[in-house]
């Protein structure tokens, strides 16, 4: 049973996301549904240890005799699968993570998913390939490409080291209790789809460019919008013949980041703008981040170590690639190689190249140099920088100290990354920098405590910060805000200049009902309407009619309804300088006029009288004489048309 608010109730917004760094949020229209964005939580990795690092006894943790199963006919068994490593309990399990709440809703009555960047539709492949979901998916083109990347990087982590399930599982009460707070809801995880499940999601999106409209079931306008978190990476703006809705997703208002850079102008005047995808550091200011990195990795290859990198295949890691190379050749280090280990390194790099259209002037004017955007490409072709799918004998030649390594899998329970540290755990000077804002590093770290390698926490998060999203909201001024619930309650954002909605995990929250409803005229009745002039250029009709609903579409028809009484209707405009003569004519020739910000008013000097000309409305104010009142009307009526 859907939780959102009926159609009845005008329009609705439910999260199924508990967090804004995983953003899935259900629309409800009166005419459509719409689920905004579907992110996977990948911070649940946290509770197991690393796939790659098992078979090491040092690593892999003790038992915790405090995870027990009732047996029918026998004492409880002890859990073997459950260790405790350093007092923190950690899963020796196929890793499991948090999906949207889908169950919440009913995902067959979705009719279209909009999503904002290719880190918010990880978990759309459990609900295209696991559910009755029929409806259509709109993403632009490098947000398809590059989140096929993400995920078959994911699968491809998880299949070369593959885990059984233990015999007795590990969701009961006595773990549970232990694990970290946000993993209550640890029964509701899954394990990762698998490559086909993944290629056949992304198959079923539907790309779209910037400003290219969309028009569904004749309902909504569809346009997304550059939000300068990544290429590709996009805000959403529907609009219906009565609303302009706004979803902004994780943006980035930097100017100095290869993407197309977010285009405010296109999301201000909303009536109600959706928001989420904030940066969950916000005391980490991005520039500082990424001037403590590139010291920390100088200082390692100045040593003569390793300087390893968790990160995306994807994203900000462009961006570190040029910044760490770039320092490299200013700190007079410019042979030391750098290597960027995964399996979608080299599809990665290779098509973020030919995005011309979807990146930042500086970059875009590079092709008609004509030179490739990226210097990637360059030191690719001098072999400064190598890269490699995995920790392959290749890699093994080529490797050498010192050196730079961007590695697949920043959540370090996988992948090439995760292959690294084990690989440097026994060099003290090498040092791990960490980079991906979405990790706790105490939980990150975890299951290192014992090796020498040093981590340094350097979260780079190019979403917007709190004092940027509060200036952005104000530029944007829309009537109605929804946002993500504070830890303390209410909406985390404050919107002075409107209406703020909090969207607290599968609580439907009403938004402000449409003012207006589109309507069409029947033929019946549009063949007795006939239209009168009203000034030149602009006829208008009166119209008894019958309003008729059904399926969200009304329709006016003929009236059985006759008026036993005639309504007198009056049109036109009314401008003062017209107003003005019209009184000089009936002998009111002694005025004067006084120019207001909301109306002009028209005071006439031998009488206590005056004429209100607003914009919406027209007052005639007169103290004591009726006739004196009735004489300004008819001056102001002889104006208008009547129908």
């Not at 090796?451 to 952005?472: H, N, Q, S, T």
């Amino acid at each position: 049973m859907a939780a959102a608010a009926s159609a009845d109730d005008g329009m609705s917004v439910t999260s199924l996301s508990d967090s804004p760094q995983f953003p899935c949020v259900l629309l409800q229209m009166p005419r459509l549904t719409i689920l905004l964005d579907c992110a996977l939580d990948t911070t649940t990795a946290l509770n197991f240890l690393p796939l790659d690092l098992i078979p090491k006894a040092t690593l892999a943790g003790n038992v915790w005799h405090g995870a027990t199963q009732k047996t029918a006919d026998g004492p409880p068994k002890v859990l073997h699968s459950v260790r405790s490593l350093d007092g923190r309990v950690l899963l020796h399990e196929p890793i499991e993570y948090r999906l949207p709440r889908f169950e919440l809703v009913d995902v067959a009555s979705i009719d279209i998913v909009l999503i904002s960047s290719c880190h918010s539709m990880l978990a759309l492949p459990y609900l295209t390939e696991r559910t009755a979901f029929s409806g259509v998916i709109y993403a632009t083109e490098p947000t398809r490409r590059f989140g096929l990347q993400m995920m078959e990087a994911m699968v491809a982590a998880e299949t070369k080291a593959p885990r059984r399930p233990s015999r007795h599982g590990w969701k009961v009460p006595d773990v549970l209790a232990v694990l970290p707070g946000r993993a209550l809801d640890a029964l509701l995880w899954q394990g990762l789809y698998t490559a086909e499940e993944a290629a056949a999601a992304v198959h079923r999106c539907t790309a779209v460019s910037y400003n290219e409209k969309r028009v569904e079931l004749g309902a909504v306008t569809i346009t997304a919008h550059p939000s300068g978190y990544g290429i590709g990476a996009a805000n959403w703006v529907l609009q219906t013949p009565e609303q302009r809705i706004v979803y902004v997703g994780a943006s980035s208002g930097s100017s100095d980041r290869h993407p197309a850079p977010l285009h405010v102008e296109s999301l201000v005047n909303a009536d109600i703008c959706i928001m989420s995808g904030f940066t969950q550091v916000p005391d980490a200011v991005p520039e500082q981040m990424v001037n403590e990195m590139l010291g920390r990795v100088i200082k390692s290859v100045a040593d003569g170590s390793t300087a390893l990198l968790p990160v995306h295949p994807t994203g900000v890691v462009l961006d570190l690639i040029e910044l760490v190379m770039t320092r490299l050749a200013e700190a007079q280090l410019p042979t030391v190689p750098v290597f960027f280990v995964s399996p979608s390194a080299k599809a990665s790099l290779s098509y973020a190249n030919i995005c011309g259209e979807w990146l930042c002037q500086s970059k875009t004017e590079r092709i008609f140099m004509p030179e490739y955007p990226f210097l990637h490409a360059e030191y690719l072709s001098t072999k400064l920088l190598q890269v490699f799918p995995a920790l392959t004998s290749e890699f093994t030649k080529a490797y050498r100290e010192p050196c730079v390594i961007f590695a697949d899998q920043p959540d370090l329970r996988s992948g090439p990354a995760a292959q690294l540290v084990k690989m440097l755990s026994g060099k003290p000077e090498s040092c791990c920098v960490l980079t991906c804002p979405d990790y706790n590093m105490e939980a990150l770290v975890a299951p290192y405590s014992r090796a020498k390698v040093k981590f340094l926490a350097c979260p780079i998060d190019p979403a917007l910060r709190p004092g940027e999203i509060r200036r952005l909201v104000t530029k944007l001024a829309p009537k109605t805000l929804a946002v993500h619930p504070a830890p303390d309650g209410g909406p985390l954002v404050q919107h002075k200049g409107g209406t703020a909605v909090d969207m607290p995990l599968g609580v439907p929250r009403a938004l402000r009902p449409p003012e207006f409803e589109r309507a069409v005229i029947s033929e019946g009745l549009a063949n007795t309407l006939v239209p009168v002039q009203v000034e030149h250029g602009m006829s208008a009709v009166g119209v008894t009619a019958r309003l008729n609903h059904q399926n969200y579409k009304f329709e006016l028809g003929p009236s059985e309804i006759h008026r036993k009484k005639k309504r007198r209707v009056l049109l036109g405009s009314l401008q003062t300088a017209r107003v003005v003569q019209a009184l000089a004519k009936r002998g009111f020739r002694d005025v004067a006029i006084e120019q207001r910000e909301s109306a002009d008013v028209i005071r006439l000097v031998a009488f206590d009288a005056s004429i209100v000309l607003g914009h919406n409305h027209t007052d005639i104010i007169v103290e004591d004489n009726e006739t004196l009142r009735q004489a300004l009307r008819d001056s102001i009526v002889s104006l208008l048309t009547e129908l």
